[in-house]
């Protein structure tokens, strides 16, 4: 079982970057990690993934060009790296682990999650 921290959540100004940071700890070889996000009154939407074995990566539509997922394997860290923050961004940021390496867009796919780490964007 892998355990997983978030960070790097805060208040940004519209238009600012902020990177997240998701730590994982245990068993943490051969997991996809994917990162979502959930709004006040929302469900949990999908963000961006990458696998462990080839580091590739997908990403939401609504957030392609603006977001990017990168991995350090040494520090056992996922990061995603927003810019251009706007008023569809502020939400609860997870960060979970697919034991199969998968990057599945689908939340109950994903094994281990995250406490979660607050992005708020002031305009």
């Known amino acids: 079982q892998v355990q997983l921290a978030e960070s790097g959540g805060g208040l940004v100004r519209a238009g600012d970057s902020l990177t997240l940071s998701c730590r994982a700890s245990g068993h943490t070889a051969g997991y996809a990690t994917g990162w979502f996000r959930q709004a006040p009154g929302k469900g949990r939407e999908f963000v961006a993934s990458?696998?462990?074995?080839?580091?590739?990566?997908y990403y939401a539509t609504s957030v392609q060009g603006r977001v990017t997922i990168s991995r350090d394997n040494a520090k056992n860290t996922v990061y995603l790296h927003m810019n251009s923050l706007n008023s569809e961004d502020p939400s609860v940021y997870y960060c979970a682990a697919h034991s199969f390496d998968s990057c599945s867009y689908a939340s109950a796919e994903y094994d281990s999650w995250g406490q979660g780490t607050q992005v708020t964007v002031s305009s």
């Open positions: 990458i696998r462990w074995s080839d580091s590739r990566t």
